[in-house]
C-alpha cells in the first residue's frame, strides 16, 4: 500500500488546530502528514495553484479534497450585504 501525502494547510487559528488533530488521528500510520502554514507566501502561492479558497484545506496526494473546495470570499455576496455602502 502506498503512503498517502496529506496537507492540511492552515492559518493557525483554533479552528484549524482541531482539523489538523482530527486529520492526524484519522491519518493512516505511515502517511506523511504536513501542517503547510500560509504565513509563507511561497505555501500561499501553491495553495492558490491547488485551488484552495478557504481555510483550513486539505489536500491528499496533491489534490485539494472534495470537503475543502469552493468556499472563500464572494465579493458580490458581500457588497449585496452591503459591504462599500455607504452605512
Not at 14 to 43: F, H, L, W
Not at 62 to 83: E, I, M, P, Q
Request: proline share 3%.
Amino acid at each position: 500500500m502506498a503512503t498517502q501525502k496529506i496537507e492540511i494547510f492552515s492559518a493557525g487559528c483554533s479552528v484549524c488546530q482541531g482539523v489538523i488533530e482530527q486529520v492526524k488521528a484519522a491519518a493512516c500510520p505511515p502517511c506523511d502528514v504536513q501542517v503547510v502554514s500560509m504565513t509563507d507566501t511561497r505555501e500561499a502561492a501553491r495553495a492558490r495553484a491547488l485551488g484552495v479558497r478557504s481555510l483550513p484545506a486539505v489536500v491528499i496526494d496533491g489534490k485539494l479534497a472534495n470537503c475543502c473546495s469552493g468556499g472563500g470570499v464572494d465579493l458580490d455576496v458581500l457588497r449585496s450585504a452591503g459591504l462599500g455602502g455607504a452605512g
